[in-house]
């Protein structure tokens, strides 16, 4: 435990150096201020811009009323909230997808992997820009693992959809997979969020589920090497800034496929990887996935130590760490003039989902052997030996 606390302590201290040496501005969280002061003011919610990136709002309004919180801060105290925040779920993630995975009960292990979480690329990245990446999987994972009968459940994932809408294809699994009173839950609890956004932004509401909704521009660019989903990565590919039906029915494809993987894996008792799988699909599909939509690779990693795949988790650790689209020289629509060979270092997360969505599928023609849940016979000792501690 001492050296567990002592690399965690000294990870945070580098991540706080690094953050005040070279001034990050956590930019996202300027536009979720902005957000937020909109509802106050009663201006239009998606006609403005703001930062020196011109970054416009995107969430539904659900979303903007809950940003008003953001306004009652100076931004400076605003910002230190956002990063300590993150902080926090940041360690809620790695304690959440530690006992999803069933991995053993040993508390310096989860330090040392919330000491080493902090410098995987999607989460430092969700730091860099003050994002809610990790809130929003924080609280899916948290109500896809409550248990079956639990009070509620398919609430929380219900309003992770309604501030981002991404997070709706956990209801589309929930149903595909017979959990029909869960999933009507979340999809009672995500409508809710859609009225209540209607009830107190009326305007905003009927401007964003009529039109905002379908402008993928608003994001972002889609071939830019940020966006890691299969629209940037054909996008490059194709040295196209529009792959157009290509990458629509390619995302269909993936779609599909990705919730039939994780229907097979929850019939044959693999859960867990089930809700990774949507998860992979879930970044895949979007239209635009930033790098730090990626935070899911933390129970993907946990996953893989369950099952002691030690060189795949490690391998994939070190691909989401070693930053290599950032490497690659690129600027402007140079990302879509990049040779062949350069490809798979643009887009290194679309390619890993696609490979672990195939691995999953050969799997489940195999029966799924080699679960994760299935403790191995030195952490059943550990936990053993844990519980006899405790008293539990």
Known sequence: MLWARLSLAVSLAALIALFLATRIPLGDTLVYRAEGQAVVDGTSLYDFVTTEWNLPATYPPFA??????????PVIAMKVCFFLGNLALLALLVRLSWRFAKLPRR???????????IWLEPVFQTFVFGQINLALACLVLWDLTRPKGALGKGVGLGIAAGIKLTPAIFIVYLLVTGRIRNGLTALASFVATVLFGILVLPSASLDFWTRRMFETDRVGKVWIVDNQSLQGMLARAMNT??????????????????LWIARRAVLLGMEQWGIVVVALTMVLVSPISWSHHWVWCVPLLALLCAERRFRTAAFLALLFTCRSFWAIPHKGDLDVQLPWWQQPG???????????????????????????????????????????RTGT
Request: charged residues 10%; hydrophobic residues 55%.
């Open 64 to 73: 903007a009323i809950l940003f008003v919180p953001t306004t009652w801060l």
């Open 107 to 117: 508390p310096d292990l989860v330090l040392f992997a919330t000491a080493f979480a």
């Open 241 to 258: 800034m529009e792959p157009g039906l290509v990458w629509f029915a390619t995302a269909a494809l993936v779609g599909l496929a990705g």
């Open 346 to 388: 643009l887009s290194p997360y679309p390619l890993a989902g696609l490979v672990v969505l195939g691995w999953m599928a050969w799997r489940m023609r195999n029966g799924g052997a080699r679960t994760a849940g299935s403790p191995l016979p030195a952490q059943k000792s550990g936990a053993a030996a844990t519980e006899s």
